[in-house]
């Protein structure tokens, strides 16, 4: 007999278990697949501004030949001399260092077309490495503004007497890019703005030099072809797509518009917002918009907010990029700090200062195999999953993926290792999706694999996205946050469930493993970490020897975090 009853509680043990299991991974499902479903933006496409020859579609900027014949002739006296002489600058590191420098200012002075051409070779970690980038990134912070004059010249061809259309007219410009500067203005019976201002000739002299770069490109891939395989030509149509949306303020107030639609009845405590564009105050070379009393996302002030508002910021972050990934299909293609602003104080009846993002010409939409590949990323990362991630990666490379030389095995076999070197790291170590993923970019590079642009930008998106959340709160699980939008996109598995709830946690190996195969990753040039919330191998090493001292009961627990 009780045997009998204790058969029957086993028996509704056993049911009850499984039953409550069933309800709580079948809500989980049925809770992500409805995960904001409300919130999707309306398709859009990104217009089309260049041509296959990289020729901006723009009957206004007409260049004549003999100016891109004289443009040939200046950069020649710039750039040739540097050529020359770098096998003899290479002979000493202080010699290189004048070298680099000297290039830096070769750069700036040949104008917007090389600034942002240099400001976007830093971000490509497919095809350079971490030194060169280094050096490259100087331009981002060098670039000198223009008048007030040309200001109120270009104000005035577009709107009328600045006097007449503004109560006030700050001189001293907030900020300069390679494209244009911004002011702060107050309109006649209207709110304080910012006004943006396009540098002088910048679209005429851009033109010039799209025709310069894509013949220099074709040249270069044609006589040397030991390099052929980073497809110069494609890049260089790329590079001038990626800059042409930059160059004329219409578009960016476009984009605005359609970011502002699509976070419509989105809670700012949630998602970040944007800057509405004040019309009828809007042309090619002249854009006002709502100005925003913030902070940029700089480190230090990042660093010197209180804990609790770090962490929200951090959930924005994440939550507006995946919005903009997985639902909207429309994503900013420029986030850096300086674009990410947090404003001073909260607005009215609110907890949190809202986070706008500002500098919105450049926008990316995926098509779907962009998409599905993207989601590929993602659900690598979530399943912890090798195989995945270099399907992944190999989808990005396209019609590159053809090239001689390339081998996919070698690359998985590297990303296996680089995914074995980081399974030490337990589920809850936040900085380990930066890690593996600078890795990849080092990945892609050692094994000649060029990605696609449009991959690029997502993943340096990706990139920035989790370098700000960890400057905000380096205990922020990523992958966690991800796991319910993924799934609300019908991608749901036993492990990412796991991995949600923190069951059985996969991530865990042996330190032999970590400490065998780090010497082996970091020789190959595969742990050249470069966020400043990530650890070097070295440091890597020494906290699991940590963690291995404090299982011995070597070190009190304070000190083995």
Known sequence: MARSRALIWGRRLLMGSVGTAGLTYGGF?????SYDQGLAGPPREARVLVDDQGNLLDSDLKVARWRVWLRFVQLAFLYLPLAISYPFMCITPALLHLWQQHLVNILQASGPTFIKLAQWLATRRDLLGP??????SQLF????PHSIEHTRQRITEEFGNPDEVFEWLNP???????IAQVHKAKLREGPVVAVKVCHPHVRERIAIDFHVLNSVAKFVDNWYPSIRWMLLPRMAIAWTTHLAQQID??????????FLQNFEGADTDRFATFPKPVRPYVSSTVLVEEFVDAHTAEDDYLHSLPMDLRTHLAEVGMDTYMKFLLRDNWLHGDLHPGNIMIEKDPPPGKKWPRVFLVDCGLCQ??????????EMVLTGFAKW???ALTEALWAMGKDGTQREGLDKEKMHATISDVFAYYQPCKGDDAAIVGRLLESMFDVARIHKLQFEPGYTSLLFGVLVQENFVMTLDDKFNIIKRVIPWLAGQGIVSQGMFKNFMNIFPSFMKSEDLKSELGPKLEQQGLLSVEGGNHQTFEEERNKGDMREQYKRGILETTDAK
């Open 172 to 178: 001293a410009p907030l900020g300069s890019g390679s």
């Open 365 to 374: 939409n995926l098509s779907p195999e962009e998409k599905r590949v993207s």
């Open 249 to 258: 303020l219409r578009i960016e107030a476009e984009n605005l518009d359609y």
């Open 385 to 387: 999953n090798d195989s």
């Open 131 to 136: 030194e060169t980038r280094a050096v490259l």
């Open 29 to 33: 499902t049925m809770w992500v697949r």
């Open 141 to 144: 912070n060098r670039v000198d």
